[in-house]
């Protein structure tokens, strides 16, 4: 009996997965995103934590914060972060970083997208350097739209 809700864990754990990398294939193929930004958007999709700069004890720079500078460099950059601001599935973390690609490449379309991550009680995971924290989400945009995050 225990061996058989293991598997169904394990089961159902991969078909998540699966689904949630298939969501992201989709939406980067409609996107006409390369193998590159395919990647991109997968990772900050699935971003565990919001960080810009140096984290750690060795101050490297994140997964997510490359995942975020290749899909900023790319020539679909704005559409990409729109979409991973509409993806359902996507984490609160990576949509942050989304919010912050679209301040860099289109005021706009920031502005546009700011209002629902200043209201609420969301939190998201952040680091800075050493420290890992839960911050309100509204206090991780209030900080994208002063510019304190390059």
């Known amino acids: 009996m225990k061996m058989t809700k293991r598997c169904t864990r394990v089961a159902v754990a991969t078909l998540w997965l699966c689904l949630s990398f298939a969501g992201a294939?989709?939406?980067?193929?409609?996107l006409d995103l390369d193998a590159a930004g395919k990647q991109a958007y997968g990772t900050l999709k699935a971003a565990r934590f919001f960080a810009i700069g140096g984290v750690g004890e060795g101050g490297e720079i994140s997964g997510g914060e490359r995942a975020y500078r290749a899909?900023?460099?790319?020539?679909?950059?704005?559409?990409?972060?729109?979409?991973?601001?509409?993806?359902r599935n996507a984490r609160v973390e990576g949509k942050l970083y989304a919010l912050l690609g679209l301040r860099t490449k289109?005021?706009?379309?920031?502005?546009r997208h700011l209002a629902p991550f200043l209201s609420g009680k969301a939190t998201a995971s952040t680091m800075s350097g050493c420290l890992a924290s839960d911050e309100p989400v509204a206090a991780v945009a209030k900080r994208i739209r002063k510019g304190e995050y390059r």
């Open 106 to 111: 289109d005021p706009a379309a920031f502005a």
């Open 71 to 87: 899909l900023l460099r790319h020539k679909q950059a704005v559409p990409a972060f729109e979409a991973l601001l509409r993806d």
């Open 25 to 30: 294939a989709t939406a980067a193929r409609a």
